[in-house]
C-alpha cells in the first residue's frame, strides 16, 4: 500500500472550521468499524430469540423430569399423570412434548422438551428405540419439506438437538438395551449419557464400572470418560446454614451444584452456558445434512430408475429434470452420490479452545420429587403440552 | 409453579462437609446460564469470520473506487489500468471482482467488491444495466444449485449483499439512466444511491435539486431522504494542526469526516457499523428468497406440463414426483405459487430500535487521487482479482 501524504509546502491551504466533531477523526482514526460485526449478530441473535429442543430417554424412575426442572429452574410436568401398575402392561413409548418459553437476563428460550414415557418399561423392548428414531427422522422430513417449499419465511424447526440418555446404576454398566439404543440413535442425534441413581454408588464402584462406549464418537477427547452422570434434586435443604438443592440422608447432605459430589454443574455447563449452540450447530450441519443428503439419493435413484423405465415406452424423446439437482446430469449425479457415500459424516462437537473439556465419570442422582424450584429470572410466559402417539 | 422447602423440623440431617466450592450455589443462585446464547453466538461468529460483497456502479470518474478505499482503509485497486479515449470506443460494460482479506480488532472480514467499468460510458447506453443484472441474477442462480445439492458443506456464496450507485451532481438530479437502472435492480439487490462530487454543489443547490427516489422501498423512514451523497478522499491534509482526510482548495479544506461539510461518516456507520449484517440478511432472507420462488415455480410448471403432456403418450400409469418440493401434489403446489405470487415481497430493512435512521441531502465527493490510507489494524492477508466478461 502506497503511504498517505499530506500536501506538506503548499502554502495557501487553510484550516477550515470545526463547527462539530472536531475530535472525531482522532477518535476513529484509522477504524473502518466492521469490529462490530459480531455485535450486530449479537443483538440481532438477541431480538429473535433462541429455540432448543432437548430430547430424554431412559426407563421410568430414573429422574429424567427432575432432572430437566433441576437444569432449567422450571415445572416442566405440572399436569404429568403417573401411570399405576395395572395401566402401565398395556402401556406403549409414546412421545410427548412439552414446550416452555423461558426468559433470563433480556434473552429469551423457546425450550422444547421431548419426553419418552414408557421406553423400556415392557417385558419385550425389542425395537422400542424405533418410535424414538421415527421421531426424529419425522422431525428431518418435516424440516426438509419445508425447507424445499416456496415459503421459507415462517418455518417452525423442531430437530431435536440433544439427547440425554439415562443408565440405570444397577446394570454393572450398560446393558444391551442401552446399546442397541445408542447404536441406533447416536448418528442422527447428540447423544449425552447420564448415569442416573449414582448416589447408590460410592465413588469407588463407580469408577470399577464398565462402560463400554466405543460406539459413541460425540467428542475425542471425552470418548473414553463419558458416560456422565449427575445429581439433580429440586428440593431446597440447609446445609452449613445455606440452603442449597440437594438430598438429605441420614448421614448426610448430597448437594446437588458441589462438585464434589456430583457433577450436576459440569453438565449444566456443557449443556446451556458453553456448548448449547454447537449442539445446535451439529444437529444442522451434520445430522440433518445426512438425513438429508440420504434422502436426495433415494429420490434421484428413483427418478433415474423411472427415466429409464420410460424412455423404453415412451414416443417422445423429452428428458424430465431430476428434482432437488437442479444442472446435474445422471453422472454427475452418481458421483456426487458415490462422494457422499465415502464420506463419512460423524458428528462432532466443535471444540472451542478456551473451554477444555473436563468430564471424568461424574455422579449423578435424580431426585423422585419433581418440584419446582423456579428462579426470579425465570419468566415463564406460555406452555402447552403436544402429545402424539406413533399408530 | 410449586414453592420448594427443605425438610424443615426433622433433626437428623447433618450438614455436609465442603470441601471446594462452598459458595457457588449462592454465586450461581437461580441462574440457568442460557443468557450465554448470545455470547456463544458472537463467539462463534468472530472464530468463522464474515464476508461481505458489495457493488459498485456508476458511470467512470465518479470516483467509486476512491469512495471504497476511503470506506474501507484499503487499496482494492492498485493495479487498475485506465482506459485512453481510443480504447474505451470499443468497451463494454463488464463485470471485475477484487476480494481483500482484512481483520480489525481481530475480526476478520473478507471483502469483494464487484465494479462495472464502462457502465454507462458509450454513446448508446440501452439496456447497459442488464449485464449488471445478470451478474446477480447468476450468483443467485450458482448458489440455488449449491444449496440444492448434496454437499453443502463448502458453498461460496457469492451473492451481492448491497449495491453503491453513483448519481453525477450535473444532471439536476436523476438521469433517465439512473431511472432505468434502479427499476431494474431495487428487487435484486439493495440499492443505496450516492450523490457523488457533491462538492461541486452548495447546500443550498443541493436542497433544490429534485430526486423522485419513488420506486426505492427500501426503507419507509429515509424514503424522503435518499439518495445521500458522501465525500471520499484517501488524501491526508492539515486543518487546525490535526491530520484529517480531506481535498484542499484555495477557499477551504473539505474534510471528509466532518459531519458538518458532508456524510461520509453517517454512509460509512449504516453500511459497516450498524446494518451491515441487516444488508446481508434482506440479501438473504427477501431478494435470494424471490429468486428462488421465481425458480421453482417456472420448474414446477414445466414438469407438470411435462407430465401431462406424457400422460398422454405413456402406457405406464407411474407419475413422475414434482421437483424440489417433496410431497406437494398438484393442487398444493399450484396454491403456493398463487399464494407466492400474491405476495408482493418488497426488500425492507430491519429497523433497530435502538437505532434512529438520520438522512439528509448528504454531500459526497469523491477525490480522483485513489491513494490507499492503510491503517495499522488494518491487515491485507490475500488480494486476488477475477475478471468476468459478458459473453
Known sequence: ASTPSGPGGRGWGQPSQHPRDPHLFDQDKEYVGFATLPNQVHRKSV???FDFTLMVAGESGLGKSTLVNSLFLTDLYKDRKLLNAEER???????TKHTVDIEEKGVKLKLTIVDTPGFGDAVNNT???KSVADYIDQQFEQYFRDESGLNRKNIQDNRVHCCLYFISPFGHGLRPLDVEFMKALHEKVNIVPILAKADTLTP???NSMSLPLFWFDFKQQIHDSIPFAVIGSNTVVEAKGKRVRGRLYPWGIVEVENSAHCDFVKLRNMLVRTH???LKDVTRETHYENYRAHCIQSMTRMVVKERNRNKL???SGTDFPIPVIPGANDTETEKLIREKDEEVQRPHLECEPEFVWDWGILHIELSDSAQSNCGN??????EHTYTQSPA
Chains 1, 2 share one sequence.
Open 47 to 49: 431480538k429473535k430469540g
Open 89 to 95: 402392561i398395556t402401556q406403549t413409548v409414546e412421545i
Open 127 to 129: 425395537e422400542c428405540w
Open 204 to 206: 469407588n464402584e463407580l
Open 276 to 278: 448449547m449452540q454447537d
Open 313 to 315: 415406452t415412451r414416443e
Open 377 to 382: 429470572e425465570c419468566v415463564h410466559v406460555t
